[in-house]
């Protein structure tokens, strides 16, 4: 099993930033890819950004693309969502999820991921 718990999500005005982090424990960090998804209400969950094992590619979703940025510290057990010039449409709870690495590429697949943290909401005001 791998326990995740994302924080730093919040309240900010359109245009500014938030640092997310997801803090795992259980098991070999480094055994597993990580994604951020992230679900608005009425919509289904979409995957946002997800990294590689050894943090070696990152892989983004077209609408965050030059504006958010992921990476991990596996020293740490730690994977970051660096969120800038949000808008509002990037309101949604942020969830992180690891994925057993079955194959070289990150899945952008809600179905490929293994374990889920509890998600923290993010509001982004215009």
């Known amino acids: 099993q791998v326990q995740l718990v994302e924080s730093g999500g919040g309240l900010v005005e359109a245009g500014g930033s938030l640092r997310l982090s997801c803090v795992a424990s259980?098991?070999?960090?480094?055994?597993?890819?990580m994604g951020w998804f992230r679900q608005a209400p009425g919509k289904e969950r979409e995957f946002v950004a997800g990294?590689?094992?050894?943090?070696?590619?990152?892989y983004y979703a077209d609408s965050v693309k030059g504006r958010l940025t992921i990476s991990r510290d596996n020293a740490k057990n730690t994977v970051y969502l660096q969120m800038n010039s949000l808008r509002p449409e990037d309101t949604a709870v942020y969830y992180c999820?690891?994925?057993?690495?079955?194959?070289?590429?990150?899945?952008?697949?809600?179905?490929?991921?293994?374990?889920w943290g509890q998600g923290t909401q993010v509001t982004v005001s215009s």
């Open positions: 999820a690891a994925a057993t690495v079955r194959r070289i590429g990150v899945s952008d697949q809600v179905s490929e991921y293994d374990y």
């Open positions: 990294i590689r094992w050894s943090g070696a590619r990152t």
């Open positions: 259980g098991r070999t960090f480094s055994n597993y890819h």
